[in-house]
């Protein structure tokens, strides 16, 4: 694939600013994935490409939360189970994808994404109380069964897939949110973790706006770490689902 200089410096352009808005709201993919299109790289190679790109980010965020992940041991294995499941069968779904099917989805994937990263605090809000002092306990089977559709989805698109499990998740552990949101990354991350292995071995990967995406996204989330603090979430997210939907009526066209 012909690439200039120019193109991965947008590249990584892009995923700066997303590991910047991962870190604040979520929804980095709606940011990279257009980018790479943009730039003449095919939709699904694309896609691939961002998602092996950004795949350093969760594996900081998994790390981070390593402390509340801690108390769950019973549940990091089944639902880390279901989650390399669920990935390997969204990432071979993608492969498998024709390029013109795939572009036809898109508007539905970006407008689906763009309507979770919406409602992100009205889901919030609606989750059961918490209690505090609940046992840890392992998620029952329909828990499971839809951890593993939910990161299934993630294997083959992604974006939204963190606000998606930590419903899914919220409703089903009544225990503190902090633990739900660690057990959230760890799915995150496994689903994505093996999507991206299958990806490397699929040969559809740029590898080159990779080696420049990867590093960009991980100095982009360390500078949101910082910003979070004092930057509004809901302009950064809003911003994030006005692209998304500029993006998705670009594709309609």
């Known amino acids: 694939m012909d690439l200039s200089a120019v193109d991965h410096v947008l590249a990584a352009g892009a995923a700066l600013v997303a590991g910047s808005v991962n870190a604040i709201a979520g929804g980095g993919t ?30 900081g965020g998994t ?27 969204g990432s071979w779904l993608l492969v498998i994808s024709p390029e013109r099917l795939f572009r036809q989805l898109i508007p539905f994937l970006m407008l689906g994404a763009c309507a979770v990263f919406a409602g992100q605090d ?4 609606r989750l059961p109380t918490r209690d505090p002092d609940a046992p840890i306990r392992r998620p029952g089977i329909a828990t499971l069964a ?8 993630g294997g083959y698109f992604g974006a939204g897939l963190g606000i998606i499990s ?3 998740l919220g409703v089903a552990l009544p225990d503190r949110l902090v633990h739900v949101n660690a057990l959230k990354q760890w799915l995150a991350f496994c689903s994505n973790i093996v999507a991206a292995a299958f990806f490397a071995a699929s040969g559809r990967v740029v590898w080159t706006l990779v080696l420049v995406m990867a590093p960009a996204s991980l100095l982009g989330g360390a500078l949101g770490g910082r910003l979070a603090r004092t930057l509004d979430p809901r302009i950064v997210r809003w911003t994030v689902i006005v692209l998304g939907v500029a993006v998705a009526v670009r594709f309609w066209i």
């Open 30 to 59: 709606l940011v990279t994935f257009p980018t790479l299109v943009a730039v003449g790289v095919p939709a699904v190679a694309s896609n691939i490409t961002s998602t092996v790109a950004l795949c350093p980010g969760y594996t």
């Open 63 to 89: 790390w981070a939360q390593r402390q509340d992940l801690a108390h769950q041991r019973v549940r990091l294995l089944p639902v880390g189970l279901v989650a390399v499941v669920g990935g390997l069968a």
């Open 122 to 125: 009205r889901i919030k809000a």
């Open 146 to 153: 839809a951890c593993g559709v939910a990161a299934t989805y």
């Open 166 to 168: 930590l419903a899914i």
